[in-house]
């Protein structure tokens, strides 16, 4: 029987998870498939690292590592919905969650000193940041708008801010000094062992890593941020935006960056409150308050200390007398220097660009703001669209072009996979990275606290890369733009692969271009006001980007967009589309009983699982049930079945109802199988008699609060009577198992 596997995770994806996976159980059992869960949610992965610790009931196994291996496998079908890249603050707090529910973990230590604590905190590595796509990502990613989304927004335009010419707001980014301009690359030439060495000022060597197996043509880099450069950048900063009268705010991304950017994050943070740590620094230090968790995490290390209160008057002072910050919540105070996972910048820059380039202050009205990102890799592509919107205004989504993206990212490609060769350097010298044969082949002059990083990309996923941008060019008749900066090593390495592997494929007829992403950024938007369409080629961070960016703009939301990984070895991978929102959706829910998630990503992703079993498994009646959950998807959306942000009208329960209704009726009326057809005909009669009933059903209990018993491990049976309130549903849906 073919199988596919659906990922449970976090928050909201995982509470739409409970309502809409008995439908597609249901549904897919008709074709002969079987739709099995593998728990890969934070507190799953947590759980998996200490079964020595844990009871035979409460030991779990570890599915993330079956997963990483069923996708080298060419009959994997994994469908991955968004889950927590978690930061120390959301770590933390899920051991305290699943310590109070009875499991035996130990404390995340953050100066870990017994053996103990260290053996924990190295367990705990494991799951912080983007411990997930790496694992799963053994292909390269194509995402694009689908026709019928686009279709719809086009009809049904969001809301987009009015720009003005003379808006305040600007990117902020270093120009001298930090990753981008300290970025040293090399080729290797053969199969090879590489370590990582600091030598000391004083000529005392010492390994920061060793035996980093390498394979022949694989791209290593190395890149170090300054310490004080940044120091001296932020402190510009901070006065800058008080000059100006703008918001400051800080946009980096401390859950996939797990290592580099919240160790950047503390920088701002005690850049922001100088004066403060000028005078408290040493005993903040000592309490381990160093700003690294963010704001909320001193403020709550402030109750432990004897002169907490004195300490905390002196950052609310300096918080009144420095620019005004940007806000994640006016309403609780919650600024954006609070928790670094907060304010993650492929989300929060594509917000504030369609939000009139503005934030939100402390009197919960937008503003104009200055946006800090330190690393000048990529924010250039940001002020490149500020600088458009001023010059031309806000996009309009009813004409404007779209921009898919075929992203490089298999096998842990490009910085997303830099965090074990990501270090603070303990004191001044020198770090190099050497061959087994003791040759260097990059070196860099660090001083203390400067922040140093390595990051490797395999051949094969290159050449699958340029592959895959070469057949999407073909099949979609749109020009392909490689998104690769001439002044920085590694791209350099890129343009020349690129060349030589663009040799070995049919281009004629293509319109395939290489230029730097702020030129590339230029030219996709010269053309998405145009109406035209654009493929963005690019790496694995610009990936993450751009399919936040573009879809944020074009569609409102990137969770609209088609996500499929082909996989190297031959299976799929099909994502769901972004999560950053989740978790003011999981506050709403246990608020009011509303869900707000919008799981158009899970119908698109399962179509084209649906689609990869019928091809890959002879199934005609897998490509069947994939037809009509298309037919069904667009009409959830021209018929207004999406969930609405507001409590007592339809949720995310409601439109997992209409898809099913609507994919019954779809299923009855096509001709391309019969007994498919008289299978849902009954079905598609008896829930289109009974919406009344259920839509009365789903709607009920809106509106009070709901205990689903943890927000990152929630009890399976509070949340299924929660997500499922139907009975009336349950009970048609329940009978076609």
């Not at 909320?296 to 918080?319: P, T, V």
């Not at 409601?654 to 009855?668: D, M, P, T, V």
Request: aromatic share 6%.
């Amino acid at each position: 029987m073919a199988k596919i596997i659906w990922t449970r995770t976090d928050e909201a994806p995982l509470l739409a998870t409970y309502s809409f996976k008995p439908v597609v159980e249901a549904f897919a059992r008709t074709a002969g498939i079987d739709v099995e869960t593998r728990d890969i949610s934070l507190a799953g992965r947590i759980l998996a690292q200490f079964p020595d610790r844990l009871t035979e009931e409460q030991r779990v196994d570890d599915a993330l590592a079956e997963l990483g291996q069923l996708a080298k496998n060419p009959d994997a079908n994994i469908i991955k919905l968004p889950n927590i890249s978690a930061s120390v603050p959301q770590l933390k707090a899920a051991i305290k969650e699943l310590q109070a529910q009875g499991y035996d973990l130990p404390d995340f230590v953050d100066s870990p000193e017994t053996d103990e604590e260290k053996d924990a905190r190295k367990r705990y590595s494991v799951v912080m940041g983007s411990a997930v796509n790496p694992v799963l990502r053994e292909g390269n990613s194509d995402r694009r708008a689908p026709e019928a989304v686009k279709n719809f927004v086009k009809k049904n335009p969001h809301r987009m801010g009015e720009w003005s010419a003379d808006s305040k707001t600007n990117v902020a980014t270093m120009d001298a000094d930090d990753f981008r301009h300290n970025e040293q690359s090399v080729i290797l030439p053969a199969e090879d062992s590489l370590s990582f060495v600091h030598i000391a000022a004083d000529g005392t060597e010492s390994k920061l890593r060793e035996d980093l197996k390498v394979l022949a043509g694989e791209v290593v880099d190395g890149t170090v941020m300054s310490a004080a450069a940044l120091q001296k950048f932020l402190a510009e900063q901070v006065q800058q935006a008080k000059k100006e009268g703008t918001l400051f705010s800080v946009h980096l991304k401390a859950t996939m960056m797990k290592v580099s950017d919240p160790i950047i994050f503390g920088y701002v943070v005690r850049t922001f409150f100088a004066d403060v740590f000028d005078k408290y620094g040493e005993q903040l230090e000592a309490a381990g308050l160093n700003g690294e968790n963010g704001l909320a995490a001193i403020y709550s290390g402030l109750e432990e200390l004897e002169n907490g209160a004195e300490i905390r008057r002196a950052f609310d002072e300096e918080l009144e007398n420095g620019p005004a910050l940007a806000m994640v919540n006016s309403d609780k105070g919650i600024t954006n220097l609070h928790v670094p996972s907060d304010v993650i910048v492929d989300a929060s820059m594509p917000a504030m660009i369609r939000t009139s380039g503005q934030m939100w202050n402390k009197d919960d009205q937008t503003q104009d703001t200055l946006a800090v990102i330190p690393d000048s890799s990529y924010a250039g592509i940001y002020q490149a669209v500020i600088e458009d919107c001023k010059a031309n205004g806000a996009f309009d989504p009813t004409t404007m072009g779209t921009v898919p993206n075929v992203g490089l990212m298999a096998q842990k490609a490009e910085e997303y996979g830099s965090h074990d060769k990501t270090f603070k350097i303990a004191s001044d010298g020198k770090v190099e990275v050497r061959n087994s044969a003791g040759e260097v082949l990059l070196s860099h002059d660090v001083a203390a606290g400067d922040i140093w990083r390595a990051c490797q990309t395999k051949d094969a996923p290159i050449q699958d890369w340029v592959k895959l941008a070469v057949d999407r060019a073909r099949i979609s008749g749109m020009p392909a733009v490689f998104w690769l900066d001439p002044e920085r090593a590694h791209d350099r390495n890129l343009t020349a692969l690129v060349e030589k592997y663009l040799a070995d494929h049919d281009t004629a007829g293509l319109d395939i271009r290489i230029l730097s992403p702020i030129e590339a950024t230029k030219l996709s938007i010269e053309r998405i006001r145009r109406g035209e369409d654009t493929i963005s080629v690019t790496g694995n961070v610009l990936r993450d980007y751009n399919t936040d960016l573009f879809p944020i703009l074009e569609l409102g939301t990137s969770a609209k967009m088609l996500s499929v990984v082909p996989l190297m070895a031959g299976g799929g991978l099909f994502e769901t589309g972004a999560g950053g929102s989740a978790p003011k959706h999981v506050q709403q829910v246990q608020e009011e009983n509303h869900l707000r998630w919008d799981s158009l990503g899970e119908f698109l992703a399962l179509a084209e699982s649906l689609r990869h079993v019928s091809r890959t498994q002879d199934n005609a009646k897998a490509a069947a049930l994939a037809d009509a959950l298309d037919v069904a998807t667009e009409r959830v959306l021209s018929e207004g079945k999406s969930p609405s942000r507001k409590v007592g009208e339809i949720d995310n329960r409601g439109s997992h109802f209409y898809l099913a209704s609507y994919w019954a009726e779809a299923l009855a009326a096509q001709s391309d199988d019969a007994e498919l057809a008289e299978t849902f005909g009954p079905l598609a009669a008896e829930l289109a008699e009974n919406a009344a009933a259920i839509d009365k059903e789903l709607i009920a209990n809106q509106g009070n609060p709901v205990d689903l018993g943890g927000y990152y491990a929630p009890s399976d049976e509070k949340t299924e009577e929660v997500m499922r309130p139907s009975e009336t549903f349950n009970k048609i849906i329940d009978s076609l198992k």
